[in-house]
């Protein structure tokens, strides 16, 4: 019996003077959608740009098999002379093209996947590094001269950032979610109903949070934050991209790191990290019982993913101790409650 096919996302994009793919906007992407529809898309799939009639011929395909919504972008698309594209994952494999790369990211920020969920292998070297302006995205060999037209004309062509990856509230805003600074939020980062991005929070693509939870720290790619939790101002957390090594690492629920923490090992669920205390699973850290002595010392990661832990730095010795967290410190509920 054959699998059902992973994904399928109709998009409209930016493409160079070359013709190929910058970015892709999947308005409406499907997770498993039908055999059926993937049987009668499966021509019309590929990396080229579609015609009018090609996307004319997808809308009707698309109403046929109950998919009206998708169908009436597909008729807008038609409309428009922007290029357009159809991406069939029949498997989830590492991407092969921009348009599937975008595709599994939207993927993430539609909440369809959570992280960990689908294969990202190679992704970097995928992506295109883009200029993000006013204007859209532009091929970075073609800035320039999209930057003197504009002065031609006099106009100033802003450019916000220069990354492979763009803000993910210019493609997908989730619904329950606060963000304060938008330009701090990766497309493919997963926002779990009720999460808080203040100001100084960063949430990588393959990366986010359960929810709620209020994030004024770092998510580093590939780690999860469990429901509950609070990333203190400028808090941070080891990526697998950048230390982490093959080590994901997470935090759980209603954890609390403080302003200016870290992790470099998995939490478990209600364990607190004190500010000022970076974490490692290197670290040599004195566990003690429940009269505040030393009874042996252990590297981090011996702890890593067990609940109910306080790990602080004695003020008089500089040692990093951890001791069980009975009291699961309160966290803030007004501000959980993402109003």
């Known amino acids: 019996m054959q699998d059902s096919p992973f994904a399928l996302g109709l998009g409209i994009g930016t493409q160079n003077s070359n013709g190929a793919w910058l970015e892709v906007y999947f308005p409406l992407p499907l997770l498993s959608p039908s055999q059926a529809l993937a049987d009668a898309l499966r021509e019309l799939a590929s990396d080229n740009a579609l015609s009018a009639s090609d996307l004319n011929e997808i809308a009707v395909q698309l109403d046929a098999h109950d998919q009206g919504e998708l169908a009436d972008i597909a008729e807008q698309f038609a409309a428009s002379d922007r290029p357009c594209v159809l991406t069939l994952l029949t498997q989830d494999e590492a991407p092969q093209s921009v348009p599937e790369g975008y595709l599994k990211l939207h993927l993430l920020s539609h909440r369809l996947v959570k992280p960990h969920g689908t294969n990202l292998t190679g992704l970097f070297g995928i992506l295109p590094n883009i200029a993000w302006t006013n204007e859209g995205a532009i091929d970075i060999e073609e800035l320039p001269q999209r930057q003197l037209k504009a002065r031609l004309e006099g106009r100033v062509l802003e450019v916000s950032c220069v990354d492979k990856f763009p803000k993910m509230t210019n493609y997908v805003v989730p619904t329950g979610v606060r963000i304060a600074h938008t330009a701090r939020v990766r497309l493919g980062a997963y926002l779990g109903e009720g999460t808080t991005v203040m100001h100084e929070g960063f949430v990588n693509f393959n990366a986010g949070t359960d929810g709620p939870g209020m994030i004024e720290g770092r998510i580093s790619a590939g780690v999860v934050v469990g429901s509950g939790s609070d990333l203190g101002g400028s808090a941070s957390t080891l990526g697998t991209l950048s230390g982490g090594n093959n080590v994901i690492i997470s935090v759980g629920k209603e954890c609390l790191l403080g302003a200016n923490a870290g992790t470099g090992i998995?939490?478990?669920?209600?364990?607190?990290?004190?500010?000022?205390?970076?974490?490692?699973?290197?670290?040599?850290?004195?566990?003690?019982?429940?009269?505040?002595?030393?009874?042996?010392?252990?590297?981090?990661?011996?702890?890593?993913?067990?609940?109910?832990?306080?790990?602080?730095?004695?003020?008089?010795?500089?040692?990093?101790?951890?001791?069980?967290?009975?009291?699961?410190?309160?966290?803030?509920?007004?501000?959980?409650?993402?109003?």
């Open 266 to 339: 998995p939490l478990g669920d209600r364990c607190t990290i004190e500010a000022g205390l970076f974490v490692t699973a290197g670290s040599r850290v004195q566990v003690l019982d429940h009269d505040g002595k030393a009874v042996e010392v252990l590297k981090a990661r011996e702890l890593a993913g067990k609940s109910d832990l306080l790990f602080r730095r004695n003020s008089q010795t500089g040692a990093m101790e951890c001791l069980t967290n009975k009291s699961a410190i309160a966290l803030n509920e007004e501000l959980h409650a993402n109003n």
